[in-house]
Nanobody, 123 residues
């Protein structure tokens, strides 16, 4: 079992930056982890993921070049650095985790999820 708690959301103007954090209640070295988001009235959208061992990163095209996912296993923490934010980035952001393996490819199916942190970007 793992409990995930996000923080760092807020309201910024377009072009601004935010750094989201996700603290996990257990060791993370054998977990692949990721972020997804859901805007009001929209489907969930995966944002980024990071592998368990090599920390290889993957990004959705909509955030590539603007968002950076990283992890600190010593702190059991996942991060999402977001720069050059756009109004279309407005959403609830969730971190998620899965046991290392084939299921790591699909963030939206990860077994563990947090409660989310709201990001609002105004134009």
């Amino acid at each position: 079992q793992a409990r995930l708690v996000e923080s760092g959301g807020g309201s910024v103007q377009a072009g601004g930056s935010l750094r989201l954090s996700c603290v996990v209640s257990r060791y993370t070295y054998n977990l692949c982890m990721g972020w997804f988001r859901q805007a009001q009235g929209m489907e969930r959208e995966w944002v980024a993921r990071i592998s368990a061992g090599s920390s290889t990163t993957y990004y959705a095209d909509s955030v590539k070049g603007r968002f950076t996912i990283s992890r600190d296993n010593a702190k059991n923490t996942l991060y999402l650095q977001m720069v050059d934010l756009k109004p279309e980035d407005t959403a609830m952001y969730y971190c998620a985790a899965e046991w290392n393996g084939d299921k790591c490819q699909t963030v939206l199916d990860y077994v563990y999820r947090g409660q989310g942190t709201q990001v609002t970007v105004s134009s």
